[in-house]
């Protein structure tokens, strides 16, 4: 399973690049929201610190745009469309699967029923090139510096506390229109 390979990399390194930009963007935005709501805030779904969009984002814009690596006006441009389509997708399968989007933009100038606007999606460009430029790099060279044995483990535990973390949030909040 772990040496499968999927779009030319294989499965260790897809989770664990995954696994990296979710806990990153998960900090990222817990920082910048904290700093907003001028207390700490836990902008993910689940308990822990995940925010597993993070992780779809990065390496759905790595993969589909990788052709263009080198040309950094195209990639923000390209980065900036993708993932705010991407956000889009998001917000409408939270909307039918959940009931609710757990991010709102109406406040923001230029915004789309409160679910898109233009400051994210100027974000997402400049993220876009950042990836490209040292991000995927970085990320690459955390996931290195441990042992593949070691990875295998703790990959395997974080999927697994991920999994129950998720259920567990799942539970609660299609509960909650029942107890008001």
């Known amino acids: 399973m772990w040496t499968r ?3 030319g990399t294989d499965f ?3 989770l664990h690049w995954f696994l990296v930009y979710s806990i990153l963007g998960w900090v990222v935005e817990s920082i910048y929201m904290s700093f907003c709501n001028r207390k700490i805030t836990n902008r993910g779904f689940v308990t822990g610190p995940i925010c597993p969009i993070y992780g779809v ?3 759905s814009v790595y993969f589909i745009l990788r052709p263009w690596r080198g040309n950094f006006l195209r990639l923000y441009f390209l980065g900036a ?3 705010t389509g991407l956000e889009f997708l998001v917000a409408c399968l939270m909307k039918r699967f959940l009931g ?3 991010w709102d933009y109406h406040e923001k100038p230029f915004n789309y029923k409160g679910i898109l606007c233009l400051e994210s999606t100027l974000a997402w460009g400049f993220y876009t090139v950042c990836l490209f430029w040292f991000l995927q790099k970085l990320v690459e060279r955390i996931v290195n ?3 593949y044995v070691w990875g295998v483990r703790v990959g395997t535990l974080v999927c697994v506390l991920f ?3 998720f259920l567990f949030n799942l539970h609660k909040v299609k509960e909650e229109p029942e107890e008001k």
């Open 5 to 7: 390979e999927i779009l």
């Open 12 to 14: 260790y390194h897809l």
């Open 57 to 59: 984002g990065a390496l």
């Open 81 to 83: 469309l993708l993932a």
């Open 100 to 102: 609710d989007v757990w």
């Open 145 to 147: 510096s441990y042992s």
């Open 163 to 165: 999994l129950v973390d």
